[in-house]
């Protein structure tokens, strides 16, 4: 079966500092993955996806990137961090007919 | 651009009443729908979708969608609510094409009271 690992749980930074997330999944080859952030009180914002290795694509200009080393490693980061960083973080996979899986996410605080 | 709307930010019921959860999208094709619920501090689960066919979904925990392509509506039901069924539930609209992304609603924050 398919599954979905995110790490860290919980995260807190401060200001100024770097930031890497990491999600992995197993049981699937060349799945589509996805970075969204929930912040406080709202909705999911998808803030990048990846269709394959090395292909990154942003849905929003903001202060973090993406990568994908491998097929199902999927990476946020950032190299410095903003206090409007702050959110939880979830990862995701999909593939044509799978339907959507989620990670348990990531909140992280900046102070 | 493709939307969804989900017109209740916070509803509460009483336990063992009826629930409906409203969903509205905006999108150029039949889309994948689905419902996720978020606890809090917790990651999303899926509790039902739609890719085709009967256009009433059973999900897990009694839940059930009916999709009506003529209202754009995917709204979400359960006869009889419990206690746990407290939480955060968000409609989604999967785009087919491309990357397949995953359009969320706004959330409806569902209270219950004993």
């Known amino acids: 079966s398919q599954t979905i690992h995110q790490w860290p749980a919980t995260l807190v930074q401060p200001v100024g500092s770097p930031l890497s997330l990491e999600c992995t999944v197993e049981?699937?080859?060349?799945?589509?993955l996805y970075w969204y952030r929930q912040a406080a009180g709202r909705g999911l914002q998808l803030l990048f996806y990846?269709?394959?290795?090395?292909?990154i694509s942003s849905e929003v200009p903001q202060n973090l990137s993406a990568s994908r080393p491998q097929d199902r490693q999927f990476i946020l980061s950032s190299k410095k961090l903003l206090l409007s960083d702050s959110g939880f973080y979830l990862c995701a996979w999909t593939r044509q007919g799978y339907g959507y899986t989620f990670g348990s996410g990531t909140r992280l605080t900046v102070v | 651009a493709q939307s969804v709307t989900q017109p209740d930010i916070h509803i509460t019921v009483s336990e063992g009443a009826s629930l409906e959860l409203r969903c509205n999208y905006s999108y150029g094709a039949t889309p994948y729908l689905f419902w996720y619920v978020q606890s809090p501090g917790q990651g999303l689960q899926l509790l039902l979708k739609y890719f085709s066919g009967d256009t009433l979904v059973q999900g897990i925990k009694g839940f059930e969608a009916e999709f009506k392509r003529s209202q754009s509506s995917f709204n979400l039901r359960k006869p009889s609510v419990h206690w746990s069924d407290a939480a955060e539930y968000f409609c989604a609209v999967g785009l087919i094409q491309g990357a397949q992304k995953l359009v969320f609603g706004q959330g409806t924050r569902l209270t219950i009271n004993p």
């Open positions: 049981g699937t080859s060349n799945p589509n």
């Open positions: 990846s269709v394959g290795i090395g292909q």
